[in-house]
């Protein structure tokens, strides 16, 4: 039995999420290190669950926007892995670097999707 793409995404997602969860905890206690770690949190654990609800979108119109809040959420990751790497927030740079390859894989594979998506949806209504 074949893997369907959203499946594998799902999946790629999940692993994303289990990636952060080992580098959050390598953050220093600090004002800064918190707040990366949370947003760190929020943003990087969301596009998985954005992503399962895409799945049930009731629209196309929904899907779209439910793959538009994935892709900002991975942008928001993106900069703050970037951040963390600058400066030198943990000392496995090597997990920074590893997430920020995939964060931007992402990116382009979701950026890919909503263009896909949209261009199966008929005029453009909003950007």
């Known amino acids: 039995m074949a ?7 799902e999946q790629r997602l999940i692993e994303f999420c289990v990636l ?15 707040y990366i770690a949370d947003h760190l949190v929020r943003s990087g654990f969301s596009p998985s669950f954005n992503y399962a609800e895409a ?15 994935v892709l900002k959420e991975l942008r928001e990751s993106l900069v703050a892995l970037k951040i963390t790497y600058r400066l030198h927030l943990v000392k496995s ?8 390859k995939e964060t931007n894989e992402l990116v382009s594979i979701f950026v890919a999707s909503v263009r896909t998506a ?5 005029p453009k209504s909003d950007s």
């Open 118 to 122: 949209r261009s199966h949806s008929g």
């Open 3 to 9: 893997i369907s793409k959203s499946s594998n995404l």
């Open 93 to 100: 740079e090597v997990k920074v670097v590893a997430a920020i």
């Open 55 to 69: 799945q049930d979108a009731e629209s196309r119109h929904d899907f779209i926007h439910k793959l538009k809040v």
């Open 20 to 34: 952060l969860a080992e580098l959050i905890p390598e953050l220093p206690q600090t004002r800064i290190g918190n």
